[in-house]
């Protein structure tokens, strides 16, 4: 069975670091190409970064490229978005997510399993 738990997370001050964790399971990790997305209060669910299957290419939206980082390490069957330079507007639930093939695509429904989120509080 397809699994994805997050960890991480919590309260952080602006301007704070955060790492998030993503431990899959029931799959090849390898082989897929995985995502972050994040669901703020009242807003839609949105892609955060994406990262390909082997690694060597990456996605961040705008809003946080240049203080988020997406990694994976293949052989640890591990997955982490690293937060810097936290903001009030990055307060949501984050969740990562498998895609269905070893290149991430911006849209929701090339994804086919999500984890059910951590969440990230950012404020004074």
């Known amino acids: 069975q397809e699994k994805l738990v997050e960890s991480g997370g ?9 790492k998030l964790s993503c431990a ?3 799959f090849n990790f390898d082989i897929y190409a995985m995502g972050w997305f994040r669901r703020a209060p009242g807003k839609a669910s949105e892609l955060v970064a994406a990262i390909s299957s082997n690694g060597d290419s990456s ?3 705008d809003a946080v490229n240049g203080r988020f980082t997406i ?4 052989d640890l069957d591990t997955l982490n978005l690293e937060m810097n330079d936290l ?3 990055d307060t949501a639930l ?6 269905g093939g070893p290149r991430f695509s911006r849209a929701p429904h090339s994804y086919d399993k999500w984890g059910q989120g951590n969440r990230v509080t950012v404020t004074s």
Request: aromatic share 10%; with cysteine.
């Open 87 to 89: 903001r009030p507007e």
């Open 71 to 74: 990694s994976r390490d293949n």
């Open 10 to 18: 919590g309260l952080v001050q602006p301007g704070g670091s955060l």
């Open 59 to 61: 996605y961040y939206t």
């Open 94 to 99: 984050y969740s990562c997510a498998k895609s």
């Open 24 to 26: 899959p399971s029931g």
